[in-house]
């Protein structure tokens, strides 16, 4: 059974930095792409990045580049979403997803993990 489990939202000050992991298993994480999306209330879900678990290599929406992060670790099967100069517009539910596509269509992705919650207020 492939299980995705996010975790490490929480209330983060504008400004301010957050990390959210992405522990993966029923699957072969190296031979995955994880993206992570997600979705604030009224809003659609917006795929945030990915990581192409193969190359390593990563796509951004514009919104989050040069501010998030993604990474990998393949010894635990965990994925990461560093989040640095947060905004009151990136509060919402983070999800990450795996599939073997790559990019921020979330069709991309078959196996989805249960949301986190990210907010951000002063």
């Known amino acids: 059974e492939v299980q995705l489990q996010a975790s490490g939202g929480g209330l983060v000050q504008p400004g301010g930095s957050l990390t959210l992991s992405c522990l993966v298993s029923?699957?072969?994480?190296?031979?995955?792409?994880i993206g992570w999306f997600r979705q604030a209330p009224g809003k659609e879900r917006q795929g945030v990045g990915c990581i192409n678990n193969r190359d390593a290599s990563t796509y951004y929406t514009t919104s989050v580049e040069g501010r998030f992060t993604i990474t990998s670790d393949k010894a635990k099967n965990t994925a990461y979403l560093q989040m640095t100069s947060l905004k009151p517009e990136d509060a919402a539910v983070y999800f990450c997803?795996?599939?073997?596509?790559?990019?921020?269509?979330?069709?991309?992705?078959?196996?989805w993990g249960q949301g986190t919650q990210v907010t951000v207020s002063s």
């Open positions: 029923g699957l072969t994480f190296d031979g995955h792409t």
């Open positions: 997803a795996a599939g073997v596509g790559f990019g921020l269509s979330a069709t991309h992705y078959p196996y």
